[in-house]
Every structure is written in C-alpha cells, then in structure tokens.
Nanobody, 120 residues
Framework: QVQLVESGGGLVQPGGSLRLSCAAS????????MGWYRQAPGKERELVGS???????KFGDSVKGRFTISRDNAKNTVFLQMNSLKPEDTAVYYC??????????????WGKGTLVTISL
C-alpha cells in the first residue's frame, strides 16, 4: 500500500507564487515518474509537470516558463514551484506517482488533491 500526501495549496493573488509538495510513503522499491496533474471545474484533468528518478522533466504547455519541478529521491518527495500564477491556474492539483511496489510490478497512485485558488 502506497500513500501520496500533498501539501502547500491555498489562496494566492494573481502574480504570486506557491510551492506544492508531495511525499510518498509505504512499500516502495522505487518511483519512476512522479509529478502533478490538475483539474479545474468543467475541465479535464491535465498534466502540469512530472519528473523521473533520472531527472527527465515534462511540463504542460500552459505552465512552461512559469513553473519548475524538482524531486528528492531519498525522501520520495516531489516539489512544484508555481510562479506568476494566473486565475486560469485555479484547480485541484493531484500528485501522481508510478511506483514499483514489487520487482517489475508498477502501480500508478494518486493523491487526494490540494486546492489552489488564484483570485483577487
């Protein structure tokens, strides 16, 4: 059993910054890809950013140049630094991890989500 716990969400004004974190715990041999998705009301869930254990990074087009992502492999934790936030960034942000729970057996896990609201 693996749990992903997100933190750092909240309310911020346009142009501000937030830093999200997600820590994985449980029976974990390794984590391949780890990152963040988001879902706004009435919209489909979309990729925000992800990073592999080797440091390969992928961002969604809407956040390129504004967000950065990093990872602490020793702590099974991923961070999302969000800068120059826009109202369009308002969404529930979900942590996601591709976890090796047993040799050659990988499972995709999701956190419960943390709400990020960008508003005046």
């Amino acid at each position: 059993q693996v749990q992903l716990v997100e933190s750092g969400g909240g309310l911020v004004q346009p142009g501000g910054s937030l830093r999200l974190s997600c820590a994985a715990s449980g029976v974990i041999l390794s984590i391949n890809d780890m990152g963040w998705y988001r879902q706004a009301p009435g919209k489909e869930r979309e990729l925000v950013g992800s990073i592999t254990s080797d440091g390969v990074i992928k961002f969604g087009d809407s956040v390129k140049g504004r967000f950065t992502i990093s990872r602490d492999n020793a702590k099974n934790t991923v961070f999302l630094q969000m800068n120059s936030l826009k109202p369009e960034d308002t969404a529930v942000y979900y942590c996601n991890a591709e976890v090796e729970v047993f040799r050659r057996y990988l499972v995709n896990y999701w956190g419960k989500g943390t709400l990020v609201t960008i508003s005046l």
